[in-house]
């Protein structure tokens, strides 16, 4: 499965992005989607990730409310919708696909699109 990330920009605080994740080739219904974010000096970290089958979906305590993650199975495609961006949103944003379903550990997905930069302005 190849992954490729797209939507970053520059927002001001307070404004928001949707985040793209195009697919290509089969996502199984074992699979989970999951989007992931590192800021410049930190760990990569989780932020929200949604079950490929079901669609069921988890989030960070930190973009909980303001994120919401989709699925377009048709389209192979995953979307992070985020609202109400802050300065400490500002990371590289990463899409990724864990053939063993729901995981937020980064080891978890085998696979990993390129990432897109999200910079969050005050």
């Known amino acids: 499965v190849q992954l490729q990330a797209s939507g970053g920009g520059l927002v001001q605080a307070g404004g928001s992005l949707r985040l793209s994740c195009a697919a290509s080739g089969p996502i199984f219904s074992s699979y989970a989607m999951g989007w992931f974010r590192q800021a410049p000096g930190k760990e990569r970290e989780f932020v929200s990730a949604?079950?490929?089958?079901?669609?069921?979906?988890y989030y960070a305590d930190s973009v909980k409310g303001r994120f919401t993650i989709s699925r377009d199975a048709a389209e192979n495609t995953v979307y992070l919708r985020m609202n109400s961006l802050k300065p400490e949103d500002t990371a590289v944003y990463y899409c990724a696909a864990s053939v063993e379903g729901y995981s937020d550990y980064v080891p978890s997905y085998a696979y990993w699109g390129q990432g897109t930069l999200v910079t969050v302005s005050s």
């Open positions: 949604i079950t490929w089958r079901r669609g069921k979906t």
